[in-house]
């Protein structure tokens, strides 16, 4: 019976994590629609079947919930900051992407020049997308229209403004369109020096919420198996609840932990794009 609840209880908190998970409204970038992968289903997977151990060698329903819970959200919390790391980079690279168009638009090229040629050569996080942005006006789509889905695709407050520039320079207002993509691609990497001192000052946070873990984690284990009888008022119902209360506290500092780890994006100045992407994406493809 401890097994059949235990194993319940991991797979129904399972799914209401990834429920509660956020997730953007209406159109998004690919590298934001995660949906639940492979990588989450074998979490999952290992969730559940840590759950059914922690339930049979305890026999306590709300080990096997706290268990469960614990292997699918800690690798995300304590784990290495990917995702600040992907924003980093994807910054860095809207600058130096900047910096190529200012560079080729001052040799007398064309926006359109200038884009196209700078494709093959943007950094890796965005290189994708100003490819197909080059692309876009050989299939018959307007600049304008192309640039607004690249600034919907890409989903970046810097490259909302970067795209802002050119599109008004598209639209024959260009003015000092390289002096402004100089100040922009400066801006660009000042906000990429600061999320690095922040990103930092951060890891250590990070090691020491590792190292708390890893301690009771360890502990919890040894006296397990080491000094059962020490663990034995835990069997009780009080003593579930009080366990369950525990829980429910390190549970609260996690998610605070993981919250105030989260650089906030600053408002996006293209975030409704009125761009019909089924009929760019269309074009795009039959260019290809």
Not at 26 to 46: K, V
Not at 176 to 182: G, H, K, V, Y
Request: aromatic residues 4%; charged residues 15%.
């Amino acid at each position: 019976m401890p097994l059949l609840l235990g194993l319940v209880c991991a797979a129904g908190l399972t799914l209401i994590l990834d429920g509660l998970r956020r997730r953007p409204a209406g159109p998004a970038p690919a590298r934001r629609r995660r949906g639940f992968t492979t990588a989450d289903r074998t979490r999952a997977l290992l969730a559940v079947g840590a759950g059914v151990g922690a339930a049979l060698a305890t026999r306590w329903p709300v080990a096997a919930i706290l268990t469960a819970a614990g292997v699918w959200a800690l690798p995300r919390i304590l784990g290495p900051d990917r995702e600040s790391r992907q924003d980093l980079a994807r910054i860095e690279a809207i600058a130096t992407w900047a910096e190529l168009l200012r560079d080729t638009l001052s040799s007398a090229a064309g926006l359109e020049q200038a884009i196209a040629a700078t494709a093959a050569v943007t950094p890796l996080p965005i290189r994708a997308h100003v490819q197909t942005l080059a692309a876009a006006p050989r299939a018959g789509i307007r600049l304008p229209d192309a640039l607004r889905m690249f600034a919907r695709d890409l989903a970046d407050p810097t490259g909302d403004l970067v795209v802002r520039a050119l599109l008004q320079a598209a639209g024959y207002h260009g003015g000092q369109l390289t002096d402004c993509l100089s100040s922009l691609a400066s801006t660009a990497r000042e906000q990429a020096s600061i999320r690095m001192r922040v990103a930092t000052k951060r890891a250590a946070t990070r090691t020491t919420a590792r190292m708390i873990t890893g301690t009771t984690v360890a502990m919890i284990v040894g006296l397990l198996f080491l000094n059962r009888g020490f663990l034995a008022p835990y069997g009780t119902v009080t003593g579930q609840l009080v366990l369950l209360v525990v829980g429910g506290i390190f549970t609260a500092g996690f998610i605070w932990m993981a919250r105030t780890s989260r650089i906030q994006q600053p408002p996006r100045i293209l975030a409704n794009p009125t761009t019909d992407a089924t009929a760019i994406a269309a074009a795009t493809g039959r260019l290809a």
